[in-house]
DNA sequence: CCTACCGATCGGTAGG
DNA sequence: CCTACCGATCGGTAGG
């Protein structure tokens, strides 16, 4: 995160980004004034446009600079398991943990569909597809055990149990449901998803 | 929707409700104006207050009025199919095909997640739980073939297949994405939860 | 239900 | 990087 490197108008621009951030998470991006930014940064308000022409290019740059993927796809490729069940169950428990502890993201991305009728979200994915895809493409050829033979439903289904999981619990968290919820909800409801891809049961 | 009995208030009123939801899910809840709403809805700004003391009370009427509940419930209880794989089969479909083409409330769960942090989906939450619970408690005890066994989970991975899927596909909306998605896909998701929860080849 | 208005706050900028 | 300011727009209201 942090480089020794960093020019003292690199360091402002990150805590303009980080002060950002945490207000879009808290009120979404039409309610964060840009006072509010300046002040959570200990700015002026003039002070932040040396370093961004807009608000808009604020949430941008966010977007791109804070995408958890840097952090995501390591993740995939160095938990692999000895067999592809191990492998895609680890992965999904570590990404979910990690969005979830840090929930930022799946935030930001709520904040694109809703506030910028997914408008910045089409060229990220365009980045991002071609770089995950392959490692479905592969499982799906190389393990037979495996139900499901489409690489794009594979992959949607991936992305959508993890998106499910992190999503029913932000609806939940501020309700009386969560003391239904069984401890280990998360193993079940990703033994559900495994279960369900797979030909035999693990 | 539209009974006899109405009044010229009532009919003002659910106008006013019609406009706002359209333009909420357009530009999300801080984005819209109170002057779009009322010129979406045919009326002066100050006409509005003669409804809705404010534009918070406005959402608020829209949680509840507009909730797809009401239709959602009447599909799962009639639904049933010979087997439960085709009851909850048949009820996923029909309950996507409803909310992907009609995805206001979907958006609507969304804005409230991003603009309130979930201030108002708590109450509601509380209200429709107690109702479906039952039904997946009933299935967890009658159906032996069902894997799982706790009807919490049964139900917060029901609803968050269908929240997936949905969600994956607002964010493909404007992508290239959709060309890989095989046409399939609606079958091939819901065949994956439904493979998932089931002790059996289905 | 509309007209005309209020104070407050917004994103952004000029000038230093 | 800050101060002081701009025009525009916001949610809401009084008075009829």
Redesign the pocket.
Same mark, same amino acid.
């Given at each position: 995160m942090t480089e020794e490197t960093q020019t003292? @108008?690199e360091r402002?621009r990150l805590q303009i980004e980080d002060s950002a951030v945490e207000l879009f998470m808290e009120n979404g991006y039409?309610a964060?004034?840009?006072?509010?930014i300046a002040e959570h940064s @200990?700015?002026?308000? @003039?002070?932040i446009?040396?370093?961004f022409?807009?608000?808009?290019e604020i949430f941008e740059a966010i977007v791109v600079d804070k995408h958890p993927y840097k952090k995501i796809l390591p993740i995939l490729s160095e938990a692999q398991g000895d067999t592809m069940e191990e492998f895609l169950n680890n992965a999904a428990h570590i990404v979910i943990k990690e969005l979830t502890s840090q929930p930022y993201y799946v935030k930001l991305m709520l904040i694109e569909i809703v506030e910028f009728n997914g408008a910045h979200g089409a060229a990220l994915l365009k980045e991002i597809v071609p770089k995950i895809l392959p490692i479905f493409e592969k499982l799906v050829k190389t393990r037979k055990n495996l139900r499901v033979t489409q690489p794009a439903i594979l992959l949607r289904s991936f992305i959508g149990m993890i998106l499910s999981y992190i999503i029913t619990d932000m609806i939940m968290a501020n309700s009386i449901l969560t003391k239904f919820m069984p401890k280990n909800a998360l193993d079940a409801y990703v033994d559900i998803y495994m279960h369900g891809i797979m030909k035999t049961e693990i």
């Open positions: 003292k @108008g402002t039409h964060t004034s840009m006072r509010q @200990g700015l002026a308000l @003039g002070g446009y040396n370093h022409k807009s608000k808009e």
